[in-house]
C-alpha cells in the first residue's frame, strides 16, 4: 500500500510564506515524476509545480519567480517552497507521484489527501 501525506498548510498573510512537505510511503520500488497541484472552491483543479527525478523542474506561469519545488529521493519526499503569497494562492494542494511498486515495470499515478493553503489578512 502506498501512501502520499502532505503537511504544512495552514493561514498565512499577504506577502508570508509556506513549505509544503510530501512524503510517500508503503511498498515503493521507484519514483519518477512528482509534483504539487491545486484546487480553489469552484475551480477546477489545476498544475502548479513538477519536478523530475533528476530536478528539471516545470511552473504554472503564475508562480515562477515566487514558488520552488525540490525533491529528496532518499526520503521519498517532495518540497514546495512558497513566497510572496497572494489571496489567489488560496486554495487545497495536492501532492502528485509517478510510483512503480516492487516487481512492476509499470508506474502509477497517486494522490496525497490534499493541504489547505490560506491567503488572508
Known amino acids: 500500500q502506498v501512501q502520499l501525506v502532505e503537511s504544512g498548510g495552514g493561514l498565512v498573510q499577504p506577502g508570508g510564506s509556506l513549505t509544503l512537505s510530501c512524503a510517500a510511503s508503503?511498498?515503493?520500488?521507484?519514483?519518477?515524476?512528482m509534483g504539487w497541484y491545486r484546487q480553489a472552491p469552484g475551480k477546477q483543479r489545476e498544475l502548479v509545480a513538477t519536478?523530475?527525478?533528476?530536478?528539471?523542474?516545470h511552473y504554472t506561469d503564475s508562480v515562477k519567480g515566487r514558488f520552488t519545488i525540490s525533491r529528496d529521493n532518499a526520503k521519498n519526499t517532495v518540497y514546495l517552497q512558497m513566497n510572496s503569497l497572494k489571496p489567489e494562492d488560496t486554495a487545497v494542494y495536492y501532492c502528485?507521484?509517478?510510483?512503480?511498486?516492487?516487481?512492476?515495470?509499470?508506474?502509477?499515478?497517486?494522490w496525497g489527501q490534499g493541504t489547505q493553503v490560506t491567503v488572508s489578512s
Open positions: 519536478i523530475t527525478r533528476d530536478n528539471n523542474t
Open positions: 502528485n507521484a509517478d510510483i512503480a511498486l516492487p516487481a512492476r515495470l509499470v508506474y502509477q499515478d497517486y
Open positions: 508503503g511498498s515503493i520500488r521507484r519514483i519518477s515524476d
